[in-house]
T-cell receptor
Framework: GENVEQHPSTLSVQEGDSAVIKCTYSDSASNYFPWYKQELGKGPQLIIDIRSNVGEKKDQRIAVTLNKTAKHFSLHITETQPEDSAVYFCAASPDSNYQLIWGAGTKLIIKP | KAGVTQTPRYLIKTRGQQVTLSCSPISGHRSVSWYQQTPGQGLQFLFEYFSETQRNKGNFPGRFSGRQFSNSRSEMNVSTLELGDSALYLC????????????FGPGTRLTVL
């Protein structure tokens, strides 16, 4: 079955700098890769997703890149702000079994 | 429109007891998924229901069960509680399933003493 590894587990960056979180997956059949952000006391919220027919997707300060050959995908946040502080989860899914496999999460800390 | 609601928000039980958690999805959503979240373990998939049918199940023992009603509301039940069942239980709804955006509720924090 699918396995998703996420690194780093904690990331501390200076406000205004960029942050990059990386995930690798094992199942080459996976073709949907969402990223979720979880703030304290709340459930996760989708921030961006990518499907296997594209290599990169951007939404303002957030971008996701996908390398299907190497089986890894990354979340890039530019010009980080205090409100970006949260736990970020990546996930992967082959659309055949209706299940998302999640990474262990990255705690992002934005230092003022 | 109203978001996903989960009740209760907090629950304290003792070992051996059973518990039922409830989830009301966003109106019009037919898929409800349940997750267990523990520190350092991320989100572990429990099961997904779509139109009252369980479509997929994670690797949890049979003590964990669920169901979905005709109005898409879902319940999960844990019998014979163990200390290791202490966790945040999250419910997520979506229109078609996990291949689309999932909307999460705030979770139910279960503590087993």
């Amino acid at each position: 079955g699918e396995n998703v590894e996420q690194h780093p587990s904690t990331l501390s960056v200076q406000e205004g700098d960029s942050a990059v979180i990386k995930c690798t997956y094992s199942d080459s059949a996976s073709n949907y890769f969402p990223w979720y952000k979880q703030e304290l006391g709340k459930g996760p919220q989708l921030i961006i997703d990518i499907r296997s027919n594209v290599g990169e997707k951007k939404d303002q300060r957030i971008a996701v890149t996908l390398n299907k050959t190497a089986k890894h995908f990354s979340l890039h946040i530019t010009e980080t702000q205090p409100e970006d502080s949260a736990v970020y989860f990546c996930a992967a899914s082959p659309d055949s079994n209706y299940q998302l496999i999640w990474g262990a999460g990255t705690k992002l800390i934005i230092k003022p | 429109k109203a978001g996903v609601t989960q009740t209760p928000r907090y629950l304290i039980k003792t070992r051996g007891q059973q518990v039922t958690l409830s989830c009301s999805p966003i109106s019009g959503h037919r898929s409800v998924s349940w997750y267990q979240q523990t520190p350092g373990q991320g989100l572990q998939f429990l099961f997904e229901y779509f139109s009252e049918t369980q479509r997929n199940k994670g690797n949890f023992p049979g003590r964990f069960s669920g169901r979905q009603f005709s109005n898409s509301r879902s319940e999960m039940n844990v019998s014979t509680l163990e200390l290791g069942d202490s966790a945040l239980y999250l419910c997520a709804s979506s229109f078609e399933g996990t291949y689309n955006e999932q909307f999460f509720g705030p979770g139910t924090r279960l503590t087993v003493l």
